[in-house]
């Protein structure tokens, strides 16, 4: 993709995203049979891990993503940031392992999320989880796919919206007030979570906390790609490469489910200063 076709996405050159990614999936899984160091970013509280797989990771994608795009900027949980990013209309966004806690505990529930976006818009998203294989890629207005067919954000409604959460939500009881309301399953990395709903394979999934642009770039892109709906917490639309990477939470469902769920959560959730 070249500067003089405006990042033209087809579906030849999201194969050839897909297929950095899952070679960065591969180098995760022979670095966790190998073996592995674990540091936290907050030691005192034995708070964020970070592993040698992911700063492995972020190396790799750092070389082979601006190979494939040289004049994107980077955004990785994994990099010391640059300012420079900021001036770039090709940005992409990185987190080369999120679900870092499971990925330690080995629960399967992990992801390596890569995101493309463009004057702020997410326009691509590759997502895959490392531990099956499970691949999921998508531009918006070109298509989605998960291990090349075709997935579209859409889902029969149940009695009750099936709803992915994270387990230490759950833990701190964030979902207690839709007990009997919301059918709540637990899953780790927030992007694996993403590329989950944009697959169908639940209605929605929504976190009111902060979160960084690198946790849900991808994974909002594929929902975009796959013709569901998400927006932040606050209800506006994401844009990402912002000065400060923290966003107001996110809430992504199917088409059919997403009124219904931005409604509950109006009239359940508790209110966040």
């Known amino acids: 993709m070249s500067k003089e076709s405006e990042g033209r996405m087809d579906k030849a050159w999201l194969d050839g995203l897909a297929e950095v990614v899952r070679e960065a999936g591969r ?7 190998q073996g592995f160091d674990t540091q936290f970013k907050h030691p005192e509280e034995r708070r964020d891990p970070v592993t040698t797989a992911d700063l492995a990771c972020d190396a790799f994608l750092k070389e082979r993503l601006l190979t494939l795009l040289p004049e994107a900027g980077w955004l990785s949980e994994e990099t010391k940031d640059r300012p420079d990013r900021l001036e770039k209309r090709w940005v992409w966004i990185v987190d080369p392992i999120d679900g870092t806690r499971e990925f330690v505990r080995r629960i399967p529930e992990y992801a390596i ?53 994270s387990r230490s939500e759950m833990n701190r009881g964030e979902f207690e007030p839709f007990a009997g309301i919301l059918e709540v399953r ?8 993403l590329a989950l709903v944009a697959a169908g394979e639940a209605d929605g999934t929504f976190s009111l906390g902060p979160k960084h642009e690198w946790d849900i770039a991808a994974g909002v892109a594929l929902v975009l790609a796959a013709g569901g709906r ?26 059919e489910a997403y009124g219904d769920l931005a409604l509950l959560i109006e009239r359940h959730a508790p209110r966040r200063a």
């Open 27 to 33: 180098l995760v899984e022979e670095i966790a049979r």
């Open 113 to 165: 999320s890569v995101a493309l976006a463009r004057d702020g818009e997410p326009v691509a998203g590759a997502v895959v989880n490392p531990a099956t294989g499970d691949l999921f890629l998508g531009a918006v207005g070109v298509g989605a796919w998960r291990n090349g067919t075709p997935m579209v954000c859409s889902r029969i409604r149940g009695e009750r919206l099936t709803i992915l959460g």
């Open 186 to 193: 637990a899953v780790g990395s927030i992007a694996y979570k």
């Open 230 to 255: 998400v927006h932040d917490g606050a209800g506006r639309p994401f844009r990402f490469n912002q000065p400060h990477t923290l966003t107001r939470g996110i809430v992504a469902a199917t088409r």
